[in-house]
Nanobody
């Protein structure tokens, strides 16, 4: 009932930038949190950045100062501006959105590959 469409991934050189977008559609009546997670080869999926339903922003220590998360509630879209990219940023990036009506329901995008070459 909810579709998440991600875009913006790709191959960049060290120090480059990418901007990821994730647009939600469907039965998105009460979006609470909107954020990004990533999973590198051989590692667990980890939080990158998140904005909760009351505007609280959380960043992973590894990306703070380099990445910026933002959201457009009218467009139901969350963005991740990634600057000064490092090889260790290479991962599949997943959009995550939670809907809060009575309880919280979580939806994930299919993921978009980000590769940073050295």
């Amino acid at each position: 009932q909810v579709r998440l469409v991600e875009s913006g991934g790709g191959l960049v050189q060290v120090g480059g930038s990418l901007r990821l977008s994730c647009a939600a559609s469907g039965n998105t009546f009460s979006i609470a949190a909107m954020g990004w997670y990533r999973q590198a080869p051989g590692k667990q999926r980890e939080l990158v950045a998140d904005i909760n339903g009351i505007g609280r922003v959380v960043y992973a220590d590894s990306v703070r100062g380099r990445f910026t998360i933002s959201r457009d509630n009218a467009k139901k879209t969350v963005y991740l501006q990634m600057n000064s990219l490092k090889p260790e940023d290479t991962a599949v990036y997943y959009c995550r959105i939670t809907l809060s009506v009575v309880s919280t329901t979580t939806y994930w995008g299919q993921g978009t590959q980000v590769t940073v070459s050295s």
